[in-house]
């Protein structure tokens, strides 16, 4: 059977819960903490608290179909597998951060963004090391030099910080005890704060 035709407002509806692609998944945060709080100043407290509500059962349901989901998933190797493909997928790996059902902790999803961003860096004369993650802080030691590029700090630092953030959104803040590096020419990686 042929699906109807969408209205002009359906398609609206549809293209607005469309699902974010790869690295948007903080604009979609963003509009919905915008959403929230549009609901969170509106008029009538009957309606507001009656759409608070509607919003929490969503979320509550979302999160308990999660959790089966993912327990079935690590009932077979074969499961496993797969939902550690769907954990490459920033809004598969930040909805279930969400609802506390993400199976690796922040430290190991922290090196899994380091090693991404790896090869980046080395290409620019540069790498990185985790030192330790203390209460959502993230501690990096950058080392090496860049001496090829003008701006190249601040794209080094936006590749650490974007890789880290894509893997593990509930960082709360990344900063660098810098390593020694050997005396060359030409500037340091910056410090990322």
Do not use: W
């Amino acid at each position: 059977m042929a699906a109807a035709p969408q209205s002009e407002t359906q398609r609206e509806v549809v293209d607005s819960i469309a699902p974010p692609q790869r690295g948007e998944f903080r604009l979609q945060t963003e509009r919905v903490e915008k959403l929230a709080g549009r609901l969170q100043s509106a008029g009538d407290p009957e309606i507001r608290a009656t759409a608070l509500d509607l919003v929490q059962s969503v979320v509550e349901l979302h999160g308990a179909a999660l959790q089966r989901l993912v327990d079935s998933l690590l009932k077979t190797p074969a499961g496993e597998q797969a939902l550690s493909e769907a954990l490459e997928n920033d809004l598969v790996s930040s909805m279930l951060l969400l609802h506390n059902l993400h199976p690796d902790d922040i430290e190991t999803r922290v090196l899994r963004g380091i090693e991404k961003a790896r090869p980046y860096l080395k290409s620019h004369g540069g790498d990185v090391d985790l030192a330790g993650v203390r209460d959502g802080i993230v501690h990096l030691r950058l080392h090496g030099t860049c001496g090829s590029c003008p701006g190249s700090s601040i794209t080094l630092k936006n590749a650490v910080e974007d890789a880290l953030f894509e893997v593990a959104p509930d960082i709360v803040e990344i900063v660098s005890e810098n390593a020694a590096a050997p005396k060359q020419s030409g500037p340091q990686l910056v410090t990322i704060k």
